[in-house]
């Protein structure tokens, strides 16, 4: 029985003795697979660093300070959508000058109908741009997985030609004349499998994260419109401190 260092031994001979066509299509499914595997781990951390970020600003969020402190903390949290929608909130509404003190100091009464409907606005809009800061390089993942298989495929053929070809010039059917033909074509074929699966099972990961993230952003962007409509309730004769 062959030991796994003769298959290897194998496998990369065979690799060394193809033909200009099928080491062209070994080395692009290679490069693909370098890439794609890079964006998964880069993806990975990206999406650990949210996580951890999120948590962290809604703890302060949570904690009822003054606008003005967690708009500085949420400055500090790149990573969490989260904090960008409240960032990107604050400064719409502090933005414009005969509303910057409902933002900055503690008032009894929330935003009116218009005041409200342009921190939506910017709401929406940090929004779309945090979904599209989460897909980055998706689409790539997205490409590796559907042409890859196909990208192999060609190799597969190109080596069943190649095989049929030494049958035609050597006139036998022989293992030793079909052989490397047949040999280059599954190569092919496994490397396009290599390069396919993680990157689908990737791809499809992520994608299940992005929209996590954009319900996550939802939900909260709802919370900040419902606590920026209704007034501030006094405590001990003072207006409390205000949600945004």
Do not use: C
Request: charge should be positive.
């Amino acid at each position: 029985m062959p030991t796994a260092d003769t298959l290897n031994t194998g496998i990369l001979d065979i690799v060394l003795h193809a033909g200009l066509i099928a080491k062209a299509i070994l080395v692009i499914l290679l490069l693909f697979s370098i890439v794609s595997w890079a964006l998964i781990l880069d993806k990975w951390w990206q999406f650990r660093r949210v996580r951890s970020q999120t948590l962290g600003f809604l703890r302060i969020f949570r904690e009822g300070r003054r606008s003005s402190a967690v708009y500085a903390a949420a400055r500090k949290y790149r990573e969490s959508p989260l904090a960008h929608l409240y960032v990107a909130a604050y400064q719409e509404v502090a933005g414009v000058p005969e509303v910057a003190d409902v933002v900055l100091d503690d008032v009894d009464e929330g935003l009116g109908g218009e005041r409200l409907e342009q921190a939506n606005r910017a709401l929406r809009r940090a929004s779309t741009l945090e979904v599209a800061r989460l897909e980055r390089y998706l689409p790539f993942l997205a490409t590796t997985a559907s042409a890859t298989p196909f990208i192999g495929l060609f190799g597969t053929v190109w080596g069943i030609i190649t095989a049929f070809h030494g049958i035609g010039l050597q006139g036998s059917a022989s293992l030793a004349v079909v052989a490397p033909g047949i040999s280059e074509a599954l190569i092919a074929t496994a490397f396009g499998l290599g390069a396919a699966i993680p990157a689908v099972v990737g791809y499809n990961y992520f994608v299940n994260r992005v929209k996590h993230w954009a319900a996550e952003m939802e939900g909260f962007a709802l919370d900040l419109l419902n606590v920026l409509s209704r007034p501030a309730p006094k405590i001990a004769g003072r207006p409390a401190k205000d949600g945004l």
